[in-house]
């Protein structure tokens, strides 16, 4: 069972930015970090869960809400097994509890819904003041 921990949330002023972290464990035999499909999600108060960005892992492209395209970029780093979300020029509207999910997979079928993957973290508050 893949274990994700999420980290890096906090309060900034809109037009700041943040780095959320997501460290992933729990391999077994034949896993590894480059097999999986990961993702970056958010959850609003009174909303839902939306997918932000996806990553494979393996190699290949990533995809974006278009709420985010051009502030945020997902990375990762395999030496670590952490994935990234780097959050440029925050606005109000990001504020949110964020998730990182995963699933293992030969790819990623674009930001995919929730119930597509498999793991996910606790979470991540992040909160942009105007």
């Known amino acids: 069972q893949v274990q994700l921990v999420e980290s890096g949330g906090g309060s900034v002023q809109a037009g700041g930015a943040l780095r959320l972290s997501c460290a992933v464990s729990g391999y077994t035999y034949g896993t590894s970090f480059q097999r999986l499909c990961m993702a970056w999600f958010r959850q609003a108060p009174g909303k839902e869960r939306e997918g932000v960005a996806a990553?494979?892992?393996?190699?290949?492209?990533?995809y974006y809400a278009d709420s985010v395209k051009g502030r945020f970029t997902i990375s990762q780093d395999n030496a670590k097994d952490t994935l990234y979300l780097q959050m440029n020029s925050l606005k109000p509207e990001d504020t949110a509890m964020y998730y990182c999910?995963?699933?293992?997979?030969?790819?990623?079928?674009?930001?995919?819904?929730?119930?597509?993957?498999?793991?996910w973290g606790q979470g991540t508050q992040v909160t942009v003041s105007s």
């Open positions: 990553i494979f892992t393996g190699g290949g492209s990533t």
């Open positions: 999910a995963s699933r293992w997979s030969a790819s990623c079928n674009g930001l995919s819904t929730t119930d597509w993957y498999s793991n």
